[in-house]
T-cell receptor, first 116, second 110 residues
Framework: DAGVIQSPRHEVTEMGQEVTLRCKPISGHNSLFWYRQTMMRGLELLIYFNNNVPIDDSGMPEDRFSAKMPNASFSTLKIQPSEPRDSAVYFC??????????????FGPGTRLTVL | RKEVEQDPGPFNVPEGATVAFNCTYSNSASQSFFWYRQDCRKEPKLLMSVYSSGNEDGRFTAQLNRASQYISLLIRDSKLSDSATYLCVVGNQAGTALIFGKGTTLSVSS
């Protein structure tokens, strides 16, 4: 099993630019989560999908952030326009069961984003 | 009050020591509890689930006190390879997503 795949692994961009982060969940997993991790705030849930449908996006910081899951094997998190305070590590995670947290959640390696 | 609170540490211990981490959570309706481990510049990985009766996995023991809304992790006979950040994790009330503490950093030295 390839695990959760994220790209790019590192991204350095300038303020105001659009940033798109990509995630491929583990095959057969039907829940997908986007997290952001910073030293100050720790690991925060941004949004999660069940069966490609966004269920809870209350963690999305503002309208500059958007996420899509067009099919079961691909999701994107877009920031437009990016700001220096968006600098963080963004993790994608997937889980087999859509209903409960009892199944293990597997994280991708993360995308380290730096906005100058 | 933060949903999941942990002492950030760092905890610096010698090899062979026993170390305990504590965590409190705010939502009494939470039903699922976990400890995750995160190595430096890596992703979090599930270490163990935490059950009401307490559970053990080798050198690791997890305890849950629902009345006090308190979770603990005990590591016996610490190894150098145990050095990492340990994240206390609680399922949300709906049981659909996880809420992470900010983590406790452990450094084991020889």
């Amino acid at each position: 099993d390839a695990g959760v795949i994220q790209s790019p692994r590192h991204e350095v961009t300038e303020m105001g630019q659009e940033v798109t982060l990509r995630c491929k969940p583990i095959s057969g997993h039907n829940s997908l989560f986007w997290y952001r991790q910073t030293m100050m705030r720790g690991l925060e849930l941004l949004i999660y999908f069940n069966n490609n449908v966004p269920i809870d996006d209350s963690g999305m910081p503002e309208d500059r952030f958007s996420a899509k899951m067009p099919n079961a094997s691909f999701s994107t998190l877009k920031i437009q326009p990016s700001e220096p305070r968006d600098s963080a590590v963004y993790f994608c995670a997937s889980r087999r069961t859509g209903g409960t947290v009892t199944d293990t959640q597997y994280f991708g390696p993360g995308t380290r984003l730096t906005v100058l | 009050r933060k949903e999941v609170e942990q002492d950030p540490g760092p905890f610096n211990v010698p090899e062979g020591a026993t170390v305990a981490f504590n965590c409190t959570y705010s939502n009494s309706a939470s039903q699922s509890f976990f400890w995750y481990r995160q190595d430096c510049r890596k992703e979090p990985k599930l270490l163990m689930s935490v059950y009401s009766s307490g559970n053990e996995d080798g050198r690791f023991t997890a305890q849950l006190n629902r009345a006090s809304q308190y979770i603990s992790l005990l590591i016996r006979d610490s190894k150098l390879s145990d050095s990492a950040t340990y994240l206390c994790v609680v399922g949300n009330q709906a049981g659909t997503a996880l809420i992470f503490g900010k983590g406790t950093t452990l450094s084991v030295s020889s």
